[in-house]
T-cell receptor, first 114, second 112 residues
C-alpha cells in the first residue's frame, strides 16, 4: 500500500533559525496536505497542494510539491516559539479507490529554543 | 475551532469491552473520516463515510465499524477491545471527499 515517509523525525532549532521538513510518497499523489499538531492537540490544516511543481507561501511558511507529485517540503523562515509542534504531511493516492483517504507521514517534531 | 466536536474526550475501557465514539461534523460537511493516532505516530485512516455509506476503509479489522446519520454526524464502534487499541481517535469532516480535513479534538481511549 501507499507509504508516506517524513524526515527528519525531530528538529531542534534556535529561535530565528530556519526549519525544513521533507515528505516522500511511495506512489504518485493526487494532492498533498500539511497539518500542524500542537502538543496535546489535534491536527490543524495548513495547506493543500495539487499541481505538479506547485509552490505556496503563507507568511514565513513555504510549501512545495515535487514535479513528479511524489514529494513535498515545508520550509519555515526565522522560526518563532509559536512554531513549536509536530508537522505532518498527508497525501491522497492518485490511483486509489478511497476518495479522500489521507495517508499521513510520521511527522517532524519541531522544538524552538528561545 | 473547526466546528467538529467529538465525545467523549477521554475514556478508559477494559480489554474485551466495546466502545462507541461520536462525532458531529462541521455544518455543511457531508463526509466524515475516522483516524487512529497512536502515541508518537501520524494518524492512520480507519474509514470514511459519505452520505451515510462507507466510502473507503483502511487496514483495520472488522471489529472497527461505523455509522453516519442523516445529519452527517458519525459513530465509530470498536468491539473486543485490545490493549493496542489505546490511542487518540480523530474524526475529520470535509465538504467533499478530497479536500482538506477539519479535525475534531479527538477522543483519548485507554484500554487496560
Amino acid at each position: 500500500g501507499q507509504q508516506v515517509m517524513q524526515i527528519p523525525q525531530y528538529q531542534h532549532v534556535q529561535e530565528g533559525e530556519d526549519f525544513t521538513t521533507y515528505c516522500n510518497s511511495s506512489t504518485t499523489l493526487s494532492n498533498i496536505q500539511w497539518y500542524k499538531q500542537r502538543p496535546g492537540g489535534h491536527p490543524v490544516f495548513l495547506i493543500q497542494l495539487v499541481k505538479s511543481g506547485e509552490v505556496k507561501k503563507q507568511k514565513r511558511l513555504t510549501f512545495q510539491f515535487g514535479e513528479a507529485k511524489k514529494n513535498s517540503s515545508l520550509h519555515i523562515t526565522a522560526t518563532q516559539t509559536t512554531d513549536v509542534g509536530t508537522y505532518f504531511c498527508a497525501g491522497s493516492d492518485a490511483g486509489g479507490t478511497s476518495y479522500g483517504k489521507l495517508t499521513f507521514g510520521q511527522g517532524t517534531i519541531l522544538t524552538v529554543h528561545p | 475551532e473547526t466546528g467538529v466536536t467529538q465525545s467523549p474526550t477521554h475514556l478508559i475501557k477494559t480489554r474485551g469491552q466495546q466502545v462507541t465514539l461520536r462525532c458531529s461534523s462541521q455544518s455543511g460537511h457531508n463526509t466524515v473520516s475516522w483516524y487512529q493516532q497512536a502515541l508518537g505516530q501520524g494518524p492512520q485512516f480507519i474509514f470514511q463515510y459519505y452520505r451515510e455509506e462507507e466510502n473507503g476503509r483502511g487496514n483495520f479489522p472488522p471489529r472497527f465499524s461505523g455509522l453516519q446519520f442523516p445529519n452527517y454526524s458519525s459513530e465509530l464502534n470498536v468491539n473486543a477491545l485490545e490493549l493496542d487499541d489505546s490511542a487518540l481517535y480523530l474524526c475529520a469532516s470535509s465538504p467533499t471527499g478530497n479536500t482538506e480535513a477539519f479535525f475534531g479534538q479527538g477522543t483519548r481511549l485507554t484500554v487496560v
